[in-house]
């Protein structure tokens, strides 16, 4: 073997190396002794563990899924993942203060401004898991969305309610100037129809945004904004066919 063919190899396998995507990762443990990973780069992709070593493991597994369900909704699909490889970048605690609230995860990555593009991406994404939450209860009987499972905190319906207030919530985080009016009605899909278009209108401006808000003892900003998000939308979409799966059982 001449050393022309060693220093060829060589370089291809550095090169190979240098070219593998690198998933920034924020891990973080909560009180109920479970960790959950965040993929910082990508918005949209987390995976819970019962520790961080099962954490990052599903959270790799999610990455793929995560590829292949923007694949689903657009041609034109910026998350390629022949190859990755997982850096941790953070590790934090969250904490309980009080009995009505929980101090969830602020990493360093969150100081990050958002750029144009990376809000134009989270409001597609936001815009599919949308879809798929209307699409998972359109057919669902009146009395399945307001069937209360033993151990749940809502219904249906309350989930729905729930995602809505909170997305308005998530956003007065930010200090944002935000109308309210329509959180007075009752009905869970007026509520979800005027927080998402409140959403649409105001992530845009967030461009470029480096304000990071104490919020009770909870820092806030654009970024983690963002991250928590289409974090808790696609959270509770599972949650809802987890309760589905269970009454029809």
């Not at 209307?134 to 151990?151: D, F, Q, S, Y």
């Amino acid at each position: 073997m001449d050393a022309d063919y060693l220093v060829g190899a060589f370089t291809a396998f550095l090169r190979t190396k240098m070219s593998l995507l690198q998933v920034r990762v924020g891990l973080e443990r909560s009180p109920e002794s479970r960790s959950l990973g965040w993929a910082l780069n990508f918005p949209g992709a987390f995976a819970y563990g019962k520790n961080d070593a099962e954490a990052l493991e599903k959270l790799r597994e999610s990455l793929i899924i995560f590829e292949h369900w923007i694949g689903q909704h657009s041609d034109k699909n910026w998350l390629q993942l022949t190859e990755f490889k997982l850096q941790v970048e953070e590790s934090v605690d969250t904490f309980v203060p009080n009995e009505y609230n929980m101090v969830t995860s602020f990493f360093e990555d969150d100081r990050r401004p958002l750029e144009t593009v990376e809000i134009e991406r989270v409001l597609q994404i936001h815009r599919w898991q949308r879809q798929d939450l209307l699409a998972g209860v359109k057919n669902l009987r009146p009395e399945m969305m307001t069937r209360m499972l033993p151990g749940e905190r809502w219904n249906i319906n309350g989930i729905l309610n729930h995602i809505g207030r909170t997305e308005v919530l998530y956003l007065s985080f930010l200090e944002l100037p935000l109308p309210t009016a329509e959180l007075l009605v009752h009905n869970p899909f007026k509520i979800l129809e005027f927080s998402y278009a409140l959403v649409q209108k105001t992530l845009p401006s967030l461009a470029g945004n480096t304000a990071v808000l104490d919020q009770d003892g909870e820092l806030w900003s654009a970024r983690k904004l963002v991250r928590r998000l289409l974090w808790h939308q696609r959270d509770h979409i599972e949650h809802i066919q987890q309760i589905v799966e269970m009454a029809n059982q």
